[in-house]
């Protein structure tokens, strides 16, 4: 009997391992288990290596998946025998019997409710009934030993379990140490913290959480946790896959008949083309083959971390470990944190780390000591070499911060872009701290301040305003600094300035901010004439919409009053009423000279606008612009 026990095994974070199971053998059979669900990945990947002698694997076999399996649970166990002994010469025990003979096979009745053996003894086929057997003794030394490893192998799989059987054969008998490499999927290995704070420095620990959910110990194993991302996928080995072949009738012959005339019929080549044809059709390509995958929602690339185990791990099959895998002194310090967004009115106790080891740390919970004792936990993302990172573990609510926002606006300046006046402003955003310390310690805190768009922080006075807190810029924040004393309370402002335009088309300007414009110093005399021109285009296009908007009016009076006359004409009767009747014809004739009249000044304004819209737009040929406007003058 063979005994397989996994003696190194890479696991990786994407759910997968490789693993190197080794075993003494003796003779020229090994059976190793696979769980059933994993048949194919060992198929894919398997490696079998034999040190001592010169003995290659002859042959891998095992149960053809997707028919007849064989069952390997306590209820029919029997039949597992059976099917593992089929052709080979046997004494079945049946009450008080014993039969001897070849085992031919069994034949399940009634869904499993009962099954039959049958048996070759002497000449005479027999059924027997397979409740009925109450041993089974091999004939031969040779199949009591395969029985024996085999049952062996059972042994180790419980009830609910399923598993294959991989039979090795090997070209030649002896003692062998024969290793078989293979990958299978695992539950994803998975890290735990624990960061140690004294007064004098900070030590983070490191776990690894394992799980074998393998078929075979793990004894005295290396032990490799890597973060690396091999590309790795299901695919169908084990199930017998059949190829759609087409169905090609025999044609009947029959006599010879007088030819008659009749339409071409396709060549004999052309057929077979056509079959071809109808064969690339019907058939798969690998391209279209569902593998049943899909790709990661998120994959870590950039740097790739291997935990290497320096001491040998054991772990039994269906257990799980937590192994210690780095003790490192890592550089920080214990300060306070305020942010609103969490729990308003109180910050955290907050370790600033700083990561200065020579590899990432991957995420994963971190419980917080001081002096031995647990202070809280936290979630610590992936931080890569020198990044800087803020651990909140617990609050503190001896400490209270109030916050008060002031928005001021200062005009700093104008200027002409296009036809658009920009007026600058001076955007300041003051932030004003209350903060009262109700501990006994005195305390460093960081207040955070979101960082968005042109936004910084004002160093010096501007308006009359002046900050007296600074700050430390973060990622996505500003932290400003506030030192406080135990028993205490204070106030800082903090003051964030950027930039504010407002802008407007001129030729919106009001008459009384186009006057002040025009006698403002620092623009230049091109840019006032500029704006004077653009006003004044913008004024007539005014008056040329407001001309538009009425005759477009009495456009649609005239024609409704068309559409009176129509209807009255329709109404009237021939005879004493003619004279009427050629009134009101005489009435819709002047009336269609009108709205001929009305369509073309509305089409000469639609003009002059579009004329004037495009000289606004090309107020940069200013010579042009002064041309055009003397011309409307």
Known sequence: ?????????????????????????SGDIIYFPVASSAIDDFLKTSLVGIKGGLASVKNLSFETMGGAKSLFSSSNVVMGMIDFLRGSEVVLGVKDDNIKGRILGYQIIGKEKHFTVSVLSGTEV??????????????????????????????????????TLLRIELNESGQFTVGVSFLTSVPAWKLAYRLLVDDDKMVLNTFGI???????????????????????????????????????????????????????????????????????????????????YEEQAELELGESIEYVL??????????????????DIINGKRVHYFNENNHGEHPFFVI????????????????????DIYRGEAMLPRVGKGDEFLLSYALDKNISVSKEIKIHEYKERIAIKGILLHDIYSKLEVYSFEMENKSDDDI???????????????????????????????????????????????????????ELTKSKYLYQLTEKRLQALLKNKSLSEEEKEIIKLVY??????????????????????????????????????????????????????????????????????????KELEKSQQDYKKLDKLKKKMNMKK
Request: some cysteine; charged content about 30%.
């Open 536 to 609: 004044d285009i913008g004024k007539q296009l005014d008056n040329l919409n407001s001309d538009r908007h009425t005759l477009h009016k009495k456009y649609e009076r005239t024609k409704d009053r068309r559409e009176q006359v129509i209807n009255t004409l329709k109404v009237l009767d021939t005879g004493s009423e003619d004279k009427t009747r050629r009134k009101y014809i005489s009435e819709i004739e002047d009336i269609d000279i009108t709205i001929s009249d009305l369509l073309k000044k509305i089409e000469k304004i639609d003009a002059e606008i």
């Open 1 to 25: 009997m063979v005994e397989f026990s996994v003696k190194k095994a890479i696991l990786y974070r994407t759910g997968v391992g490789w693993f190197t199971a080794e075993g003494e053998v």
């Open 210 to 292: 394992v799980d074998n959910n393998t078929l075979v110990d793990w004894l005295d194993a290396k032990l490799v946790l890597s973060t690396k991302t091999p590309v790795s996928f299901e695919y169908d080995l084990s199930t017998p896959h059949k190829i759609f072949r087409p169905v090609i009738n025999r044609r009947d012959d029959t006599g010879i008949e007088p030819p008659e005339p009749s339409p071409v019929t396709p060549s004999m080549r052309s057929m077979k083309l056509s079959n071809n044809e109808i064969l690339v059709e019907q058939s798969m390509c690998f391209d279209e083959i569902d593998y049943g």
């Open 352 to 371: 600033e780390l700083e990561n200065n080891l020579d590899y990432s740390l991957d995420s994963g919970p971190i419980s917080v000591y001081e002096n």
């Open 310 to 327: 320096k001491q040998a791990v054991t772990i039994k099959r269906k257990q799980s470990s937590m192994v210690p895998l780095s003790t």
């Open 444 to 498: 460093h805190m960081y207040i955070a301040v979101p960082k968005y768009g042109d936004h910084k922080p004002l160093e010096q006075t501007l308006h009359g305003k002046k900050p007296d807190a600074v700050c430390k810029v973060a990622r996505e924040e500003f932290r400003v600094i506030i030192d406080l004393d135990a028993h205490s309370t204070s106030s800082r402002k903090f003051i964030l300035v950027s």
């Open 126 to 163: 027999r059924m027997i009934d397979g409740f009925s057997i109450n041993h089974i003794q091999p004939s031969s030394e040779k199949d009591i030993s395969r029985l024996n490893e085999f049952l062996a192998s059972l042994s180790n799989v419980s009830d609910s379990e399923r598993q």
